[in-house]
């Protein structure tokens, strides 16, 4: 879909949510984001909830895309990236659905990109004033992959695993319609942005504990998510050294 | 040495495997090139009957001091190959069902605007915004 060009505002931006069962918090989130952000676009990407969560969010004036089947945080998150592409926005935000990030936070990281600091602006929980628990076994997994990408990218990075960011328009193309993780993006992804050429920038911010719901790391997925990271880490590594990555331009 | 009894089972065993195959594959539920390492497997088990003393010696010369080992050695490498295929097309399938479906919702999302533009003519007209989306709405409201 071309986006026309009509009129050019300074930026169009957007504002990504992806959502799998949020009825209960998109009312609360929805809003507040929006009274956050005035003059964003907001999609909401409903990955294939079994409640009310694209009414809702249609009801509250988003634009609704829903997966017919439920892909995952990456693969909503990915839609939400196309969309973007598709539609020709030049910027992009994407925050939890589930009242995690402060919206406080979109413009700090929005404004970051905008200002060409950075192509991608990372919202860092640890930066900025701690308000948030985690099971002990992700944290101690957390730690180590902040400290192997800070190492090999040679930038501090403190917060791999958060999923507020903003992001240009040559980082939602490399991300659209590949090199994108379908579950969950993170310390792999920092790496492979790094690789790509794109410069990463944390920026700090406040997350909160969840209004209400099941968070998707919990009970026994965090000695899956550690496991499964330190091996996209390394299979990012090894592409990196068997093969050229895709660099940047390149999509 | 086999008795006669289990090596006719074995026989008919793999002639069964054969015959579901080959209807499977007939009937198109089971695609050619999955059914490549079934078909293998049975003809396996159908001539093993045959071929079970000429395994016998093999065994003994490569050392097993028991041959059906070997043939459940034989039998384990080739569940693995057969299993270790689906995986790969698992994810294979997997990228394109995410790929289809991402397409699938954003085509979707599309449809539903134009229908709702058709209906309000107003709203289909390109206005001075970069979107005739009614996500801008998000902002008039």
Redesign the interface.
Known sequence: ?T???????SL?RLLILPAYNEATNLPRVLPEA?AAA??????V?NDGSRDATAEVARSL?????????N?GYG?AV??GF??AV???YELAVVMDADGQHDPAGIHLLADTVARGETDVAIGSRFRGRMAYHQPWVKRMGMKLFAWTVSRLTGREVTDPTSGFQALNQDVLRFFAYDNYP?DYPDADTLLLLHYAGFRVTEVPVTMRERLSGVSMHSGWKPFYYVLKMWLAISMVLLREKTHLSPRRGAS | MMAPLPRFLVFLLGVAVLLVVINLVRRRTLQERYAILWLLAGVVLTLSPVFIPLLDHLAFSMGFEYPPALLLLLAVVGLLLITFQLSLTLSRS?ER??LL??E???L???MELLKLSARQPSAAK??????????????N?
């Open positions: 879909m986006a026309s060009f009509f009129f050019m505002p169009h929006r005035p003059g964003y676009d907001v999609v990407i004036g988003a634009a609704v895309v829903t997966l017919p089947v892909l693969g990915q839609t196309r969309y598709e539609h020709g379908v | 997997e069902i995410k479906t991402q699938l919702a954003i979707r999302q599309q390109p206005t001075e915004r970069t979107h005739d989306e009614p996500d801008t709405d998000f902002n409201t």
